[in-house]
């Protein structure tokens, strides 16, 4: 049942959570990087909080530094200032409880689709008994059931983002952190994985942080979706999104799933403009300086 | 719309080496019909049907087999140095920057030295023996290896190596579950480059030296001026390159497979 209620919006930058209820906490996070043409901020000031169980989006028009936030997060980037903790935990490097799917294809081309989900137990050290049957439960949960023995080059694009995922699943990460997992796919492609991620949200309360520039995906799947400033990327704004749960792509054609599109466009409109702008002066400069 | 049983065929995998097969068929049939036309000279190119006529008895009379033998044992040992010395030093050069800059300029040029001149200074080191030969093979072979391991593993997506950092891999295993397969195939090309220069030298060494296998006999069957012999002895040698790039395309699929 889809809630056609006018739905209430939570417009504010304030993201803390009491102590407790807190998970992942990014704490005035902000990196600058050297460039040919100076100093670029990438990310300015960013805090956040996320519960236990929570799904949250980071929405943003190219160039907010949606990516690098991913980066940072997922302790690919050592080289920032403020803080990320991981249950009171700093992250420094890579963290055992977060678990990262990327936005460009990631599978490894020379194993098969087991071999793949197997990957995180296998460095783990579990006997291959073991993580194969283990794979084998994340394969099913992402609906790829038949295609185990398959390699990466026999799977459609949407289909190697699952196998993507259920790898990073199947290494049981506290937090999983996913950077426009499907923005190479098509819309329904997109909107039938949501549904799937969704399932698999509910299904193991998975504490999610997507990093995303689509808004359909970000209201659809979200408790949270918060909207991210055009550079220096800074918290905009924070939406809650009151959808009932369970839910499905379904919810798309609800009158509140609208709303929210629209309350969220609203303000990355002017975001999205500024970049636009912005890449235009730059190209404008470029060419004065020919 | 489906696919008629001829193209069916025709993508096959036998289908493709059977249009090869019939393909080389066909230019020898030509060559014969250009020679006894008297377009080619047949004191410089003999007639094919000569050649396969000549086979049998290089194989009786000139012991073409044993030699043969010969020739792909020292290309064997000569593949074994390369993979086993270049792939290292590839791999080396990848992790140690200092190295490559010092090194990557010196084994470009190195790839393009005529190392098969150098054939006197490997006598001296190593002695009128398979030694020299498969020596000379293996330096001429070394740079592409070389090359392009360095190449493979300077390639590697990063996501790739993303997906082993957010695991939490330790340099050992991002190397040997990440990088070097993600580099095999580059890797493998590298090696067949690599053959194909320890090839050439080797059997021209072979021919250089008067020693050993099918180089030697070329020399032997040439100064006789046993033309069809010569190119029959010849066949052998590319029997010997189609097993090895067979052998290493084989083992290719097996380390690489989902290519």
């Not at chain 1, 100093?39 to 530094?65: K, L, M, R």
């Not at chain 1, 990262?100 to 194993?111: A, K, Y």
């Not at chain 1, 999205?272 to 020919?290: F, P, Q, Y």
């Not at chain 2, 995998?13 to 249009?19: H, K, L, P, Y």
Request: proline share 5%; charged share 20%.
């Amino acid at each position: 049942m889809i809630g056609d209620s006018a739905p209430s919006t939570t417009a504010s930058i304030d993201t803390a959570l009491p102590g407790d209820a807190r998970l992942l906490d990014v704490e005035r996070v902000s990196k600058r990087f050297v460039t040919s043409e100076g100093v670029i901020t990438a990310v300015d000031d960013v805090s956040f909080s996320i519960a236990p169980g929570e799904f949250v989006s980071i929405i943003g028009p190219s160039g907010c530094g949606k990516s690098t936030l991913f980066n940072i997060v997922g302790g690919l980037v050592a080289d920032y200032d403020g803080r990320v903790t991981v249950a009171g935990d700093v992250v420094r490097g890579t963290h055992p409880a977060i678990g990262m799917v990327f936005q460009e294809e990631s599978t490894f081309p020379w194993r098969t689709v087991v071999e793949n989900v197997a990957f995180p137990l296998e460095i783990a050290g579990a006997s291959k008994e073991a993580r194969l049957e283990r794979a084998e439960h994340f394969v099913n949960m992402v609906g790829l059931r038949g295609f185990e023995r398959r390699f990466p080059a026999e799977l459609s694009g949407g289909m190697r983002q699952r196998v993507a995922l259920a790898r990073t699943l199947a290494s049981e990460p506290r937090i999983l952190l996913m950077d426009e997992p499907f923005a190479a796919l098509d819309e329904q492609t997109r909107l039938l994985l949501g549904d799937r991620v969704l399932q698999i949200q509910q299904t193991l309360k998975q504490t999610t942080l997507l990093i995303t520039h689509n808004l359909t995906e970000a209201v659809q799947l979200s408790d949270r979706v918060l909207v991210m400033t055009y550079r220096p990327g800074r918290l905009k704004r924070v939406v809650d999104i009151h959808l009932p749960h369970p839910r499905d792509s379904e919810v798309v054609s609800s009158d509140a799933f609208g709303h929210y599109v629209a309350e969220i466009w609203h303000d990355l409109r002017e975001e999205a403009s500024r970049g636009i702008r912005d890449d235009e002066s730059r190209v404008l400069e470029g060419r004065a300086k020919r | 719309m489906s696919k008629s049983p001829l193209k069916e065929w025709m993508a096959s995998r036998i289908g493709a080496r059977s249009i090869g097969a019939m393909t080389v068929l066909v230019l020898i049939g030509m060559v014969e019909l250009a020679i006894r036309a008297g377009i080619v000279n047949r004191f410089i190119v003999p007639l094919p049907s000569e050649i396969i006529v000549a086979i049998p008895r290089i194989i009786v009379e000139e012991n073409v087999l044993h030699r043969f033998w010969q020739t792909a044992q020292e290309v064997l040992w000569a593949s074994l140095l390369l993979a086993g010395v270049g792939i290292p030093i590839g791999a080396l050069l990848h992790r140690f920057s200092i190295m490559r800059l010092a090194c990557e300029t010196w084994v470009g040029a190195l790839a393009a030295a005529p190392i098969v001149l150098m054939y006197p200074l490997f006598l001296v080191i190593f002695g009128r023996s398979a030694t020299t030969i498969v020596m000379i093979g293996f330096a001429a072979g070394l740079a592409p290896v070389i090359l392009k391991t360095l190449e493979g593993l300077a390639g590697t997506r990063q996501v790739l190596l993303n997906v082993g950092r957010s695991f939490k891999l330790t340099a050992s295993q991002q190397f040997w579950k990440i990088l070097l397969p993600a580099a095999l195939p580059t890797v493998f090309v590298g090696l067949k480059l690599g053959l194909i220069f320890a090839m050439i030298n080797i059997v021209g060494v072979e021919f250089l030296i008067n020693f050993g296998g099918l180089g030697q006999l070329i020399n032997e069957l040439a100064e006789r001026y046993d033309l069809p012999g010569t190119y029959g002895a010849i066949c052998f040698v590319i029997l010997t390159s189609i097993v090895f790039f067979d052998t290493t395309e084989r083992l290719e699929r097996f380390l690489r497979p989902g290519a």
